[in-house]
Each structure stands twice: as C-alpha cells, then as structure tokens.
C-alpha cells in the first residue's frame, strides 16, 4: 500500500520536526513532504515547544534530533510517551554521536528507529515512509476496533433487548394464569419509575427498575394450576409451595452480567419481605429490604387493589389510599408509601391509560 494515497487516513497525517538547527529542519522536512505530500509538517527549534504541541494535538509521526538544549532527544521521546494520546505513533531519533548507548537509550525511552548524521536521503525517506505506513495501519486497526466493539455493543444490547422481551412475555404468562388483565405489568413498570423518580433515585436506576419490575412474578410459572388458581384458603403445605415463587423467580432470573437482570432478581426474592420482619422468604425487615424490592411492594399492592379482578371490583383510589397508610410500618416502608400517595395525579394518570 502507498502511504501518498491518503485513502486510510482521516485528515492529512501531522509529522513533528525537532531539531535547533534550522539546516537539519528544513533537510528532514523536505525529505517528509517528498514522502508524504500531503502531511501536515511543523517543524520546532525548541523541544519544549514541540512537547507543548503535542501534549493537545494528534501526532502521526515525530522525528527528533538527540543533542538539543533544554531537554534532549531522549528526554522528548520519554516525554512524548508519558501522553496517552502518543503511546503509540512512531518516532525516530537522529543524531550524530555514533555512541550504541545513545541509540539503546532512545530506543528504551520509546523511540521506533534511530538515523545518525549525516543523513542518507533515500534511507531516510524509506524508514519515514514505512513508519508512516505503521502509523497508518495503527489508525485503521484503532478505527476498526472501535467499529468492531460498537457492533458487539449493538448485538449485546440486541441480545439483551430480546432476552428481556422474553422474560416479560414469561412474566405475563404467568400473571395471566393468575389475574385477567394484560396491563398489570406495564403498569407496575410505570408505577415503579414514579416511585423511583418522587424518591430522587437516578434516571439509570429508574430506567433499569421500570424494565425489571414486571418481572416480580415470574416464579409463578412453576406454581402448579390447583394451588396458583385456587380460589379458597391455601392448606399450610399449598402456602409453603406458593411461597416458593420468590426463591423460583430468583434463580429463574440470577447469573445475567447486566444491572437489569440482577434488579430484576433481587424484587423477584425480596419483594414479599415485609417492612417489619414478618415478609418471606428471608424474613427481611427495614433498610435490609433492597429498595427495589421495597419501591415493588407499594406500587403491587396499589395496583391489585385499584384494578378489577374476576373476584372482586377494583377500590377507589381514596380508599387504596387509606389501605397503603394503614400498611405503613409494618407491610410496607412508611417513607416510601407518603412519597408514593403525595400527589394522586400521576396514579390516576397510569391507571387510567393502562386500563
């Protein structure tokens, strides 16, 4: 590939000249602008200056003299590679002290090649130009990567999206098996983002609780039909099995690598747990309780007394009101229901475009 194309690069490519000779500097920029005419070349006669430069500019390739006053070759180059930005564009060091230890030094200190004075035109030429070739297959693997990484990004998010679908496709399987409306999930969702939101809690954790809240009740899927659809007191032993719900739901939803999942588990466990200590399965009480799992206990309860069932009709939002205030300090975190019945405007509003 010919490096004066051009086509790998975006924008013309910077090559940084330091030397305090101005002879040195205009033989070293007359050799990169035959080697790469449309490179962007600035010479520097202070070392410090060209360090300046290069601390707030993209730079492709740095050719440096070695004996210099202020800071030498090896100073800049160490300089230079202490920049993020610089760890990796090549850099030659040139010099006319013919010492291997001067070399070893440069090329320790960072440097990719080293020329000695007096220069020869055409190896001077040829060692900018597959440097600057490096340099451009550097940009081309970064920008690749960088592509690449974007579309794993993408598909995980995909992958996440669709695996979250059909978790909430489960979670309405199993809460139609239970209760007959379509919109109890998505109103959960939305009453627990009110919550989430009235508490002050971050737009993340709201965004990450609205998606996982409807999960709540996923572990009914493995309740059998007799004991779920029961319309009569449970025995002791039907409890235990119903109970077992909230452990089922944990596993169904524990071992996901993302905040949706592990939230999502946490309610499906906890969101039973009761403010003071009588709840299950772990017997939780107070701040024990994850929040998640507490913010779930108030909009659940809210929204199965408000909402019709076959067996009941749905409560006035007043008297739902009442229910949640009398349940304060012993079912549910007394904090979070006056947060959650502060203002009656945004329930009504949910429940009733959600019907």
């Known amino acids: 590939m010919n490096i004066n194309s051009g086509n790998d690069w975006k924008g013309a490519p910077t090559i940084i000249i330091v030397d305090d ?25 202070d070392p410090v200056a060209a360090l300046s430069y290069a601390n707030t500019h993209p730079v492709d390739l740095v050719l440096t003299d070695y004996r210099m006053p202020r800071m030498n070759g090896v100073m800049l180059i ?21 010492d291997l230890a001067v070399r070893y030094d440069a090329l320790d200190a960072g440097a990719n090649d080293y020329l000695s004075h007096p220069l020869d035109y055409r190896e001077c030429a040829a060692r900018c130009r597959n440097l600057l070739n490096l340099r451009r297959f550097q940009l081309a693997t970064l920008r690749h990567a960088g592509e690449l990484e974007h579309r794993v990004e993408q598909v995980i998010q ?89 452990v089922i739901g944990d596993a169904m939803l524990s071992g996901g690598h993302t905040e949706h999942m592990r939230v999502a588990a946490e309610i499906a466990r906890s969101h039973h747990e009761k403010f003071d ?16 799992a507490r913010i779930l206990a108030v909009v659940d309860v809210y929204d199965a007394l408000t909402s019709r069932r076959p067996y009941k009709e749905a409560w006035t939002h007043e008297k739902a009101q009442d229910y949640l205030r009398q349940q304060a300090g012993s079912h549910m975190d007394p904090e979070l229901v006056k947060v959650f019945l502060a203002d009656l405007t945004g329930l009504t509003e949910i429940s009733t475009s959600l019907p």
């Open 21 to 45: 000779q101005a002879t040195n500097r205009h033989l070293l920029a007359e050799i990169s602008s035959n080697t790469c005419p449309q490179a962007n070349i600035l010479p520097f006669e």
């Open 78 to 98: 160490k300089a230079l590679r202490s920049l993020e930005h610089l760890a990796e564009p090549p850099i030659i060091c040139i010099t006319a002290v013919d």
């Open 158 to 246: 995909d992958l996440q999206k669709e695996k979250m679908e059909t978790l909430f496709r489960l979670a309405k399987v199993a809460e139609q098996r239970d209760i007959d409306t379509g919109a109890h999930l998505s109103r959960i969702g939305r009453y627990s983002a009110l919550l989430s939101r009235r508490l002050g809690c971050s737009e993340a954790f709201t965004a990450v609780l609205e998606m996982a809240a409807p999960l709540h009740d996923i572990g009914k899927v493995a309740i059998p039909d007799q004991i779920l659809l029961a319309r009569r007191s449970l025995t002791p032993e039907e409890w235990t099995v119903m109970k077992t719900h909230t």
């Open 277 to 292: 200590g009588s709840g299950y399965p772990d017997g939780l009480s107070g701040q024990d309780i994850p929040l998640s």
